[in-house]
Nanobody
Framework: HVQLVESGGSSVHAGGSLRLSCAAS????????WAWFRQTPGSQREGVAV????????HYSDSVKGRFTISQDNVKTTAFLQMNNLKPEDTGMYYC?????????????????????WGQGTQVTVS
């Protein structure tokens, strides 16, 4: 069982930066796919970034590519989402999610269904 807690959400002006954190329990140290999703009222949930624990391989949605960076700490208990050059379209509730399994395309598809563990979310507002 994995517990996830997001933090770092705030209100910023367009062009600004934020760094989100996702703290996980010890069970999230290996064979894990970390992901960040976001959702706004009236919009479907969107996968924005993923990273696999052992390899460090990442993938991003086209909408955030080049602006966002997902990473993990050395003991792989925390994931981060560095968001630069924020746009109003980036506004939303950001959720951290974790899935367990060997590395594969399932992790990098940005689909939500493989992920069984979710945080409560942290609000990001860009004006």
């Amino acid at each position: 069982h994995v517990q996830l807690v997001e933090s770092g959400g705030s209100s910023v002006h367009a062009g600004g930066s934020l760094r989100l954190s996702c703290a996980a329990s010890e069970s999230a140290r290996s064979r894990r796919c970390w992901a960040w999703f976001r959702q706004t009222p009236g919009s479907q949930r969107e996968g924005v970034a993923v990273i696999y624990t052992e390899s460090g391989r990442t993938h991003y949605s086209d909408s955030v590519k080049g602006r966002f960076t997902i990473s993990q700490d050395n003991v792989k208990t925390t994931a981060f989402l560095q968001m630069n050059n924020l746009k109003p379209e980036d506004t939303g509730m950001y959720y951290c999610a974790v899935a367990v399994g060997d590395e594969g395309s399932w992790c990098f598809s940005l689909a939500a269904r493989p992920f069984g563990y979710w945080g409560q979310g942290t609000q990001v507002t860009v004006s």
